[in-house]
């Protein structure tokens, strides 16, 4: 549904203030079954992961749990929320993990990818202390995403990833668990990059079957190749050189269905997608309270933030559109900042915009990934969200007010 409808936006304005965020769960449940259909056209063992990091809004997770997505967190508080919000199926990532939530974790029967030694000492020590706890244990991978030109393409560029286990310290790891009688179920990839490229996957699944092969790691049941995909962009969004699930599924089919180990032991390939399927389930609406000249720069002040729409603060501008207004005509080349009190607070860097008079509403698209989940209690209170399904808007979040902020102090 696209909503340029003046009259909605208004009407939402009126009633909840500005700024808000609008979610689309359609887009996010099309998303997600684009991406697993893309596999299941050449193999039919394909397990999503949603990243809860990217976007852990609870109306959105409620989404992937009806559609028997697994959650896929990595911090106690997220599998906190995964079990508050009756994920029976949970994958367990990240490189902290304490003995009391790896504890939790194991009595959810959670699939538990281990980052360092430190958690494979616990594990061994559970396992010893109670030979009947059942655990899904697997290893992440340390994956050298680096070509032979020694160019990078690890996340920012970085020379060593630091999560996952380096295959030197593999050999010792492996041989622990199973001496403790703990049989390896999943091995994981995931490496974040800067590009997102195909190719990136060929790299991860040939290592991760190279792995498999050369330990004898038969029992794994989930090759999971992580997240860090490009998906479905917001309307209006450059797409040159993007990359679509159909390409990410058939690189690591291609190379899965050529392997031996592959197709012998048969594992549910799991993606662990995060913005590539809920980039585009959220947009952002924000009103424009003044022009100002300052020197050559025009800028536009709105009560949004920066925060809110991007946290990260990469250079790139969203696509956005003023909704309705009076001077659609004549355009203005303008930056929109935001109502934080940061110079930094700059949402759209020298775009045009149709002649934006106070009490238009700028919106932004594209805004689903690592905005809410980053963006912090900052000069403002957070944003509603609401919901749009079938034509009705449903708040899914309110308002924050002072009573949120300051609950967890002692006054
Ligand atoms: C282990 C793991 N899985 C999945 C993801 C999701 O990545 P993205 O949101 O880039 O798709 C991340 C992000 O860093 C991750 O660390």
Known sequence: MELKNHNLIKSIEDEWGTPFYLMFPDRYRNNLSSFLDAFKKRYPKIIAGYSFKTNYVPGLCEIAKLMGVYAEVVSDMELDLAIKLGFENIIFNGPIKKKNSLIRAINHNAIINLDSEYEVDTVCQLKLAHPDMQMRIGLRL???????????SIQCGLKHGRFGFPKLLLSR????????????????????????AVINYKVITDYMISVCEDYGLNDVEYFNI??????????????????????????????ALSSPWFTQCQPSIVIEPGSSVVSNVFEYYTKVFQLKQIGSKTFVIVDGSVFDVKPTMHQGNLPHSIIGGNNLASEIE??????????????????????????????????GAYTISLSPSFINYLAPILSIENGSIRLIRRRQVLDDLLNIYNL
């Open 142 to 152: 340390n994956v050298h995403l680096i070509d032979d030109d020694g160019n990078s």
């Open 173 to 196: 790891n492996i041989e622990r668990l199973r001496s403790a009688g703990i049989s390896i179920c999943s091995i994981h990839g995931h490496t974040s990059s800067c590009d997102r």
């Open 226 to 255: 992580g997240g860090g995909f490009f998906g479905a962009a917001p309307e209006g969004m450059d797409l040159t050189g993007r990359y679509t699930y159909n390409d990410y599924a058939n690189v690591v089919l291609d190379s």
């Open 334 to 367: 303008c930056d929109v900042v935001g109502s934080t009190c940061m110079e930094k607070d700059i949402i759209l860097h020298d775009v045009k915009l149709p002649y934006a008079s106070a009490g238009e509403i700028l919106q932004i698209k594209g805004v």
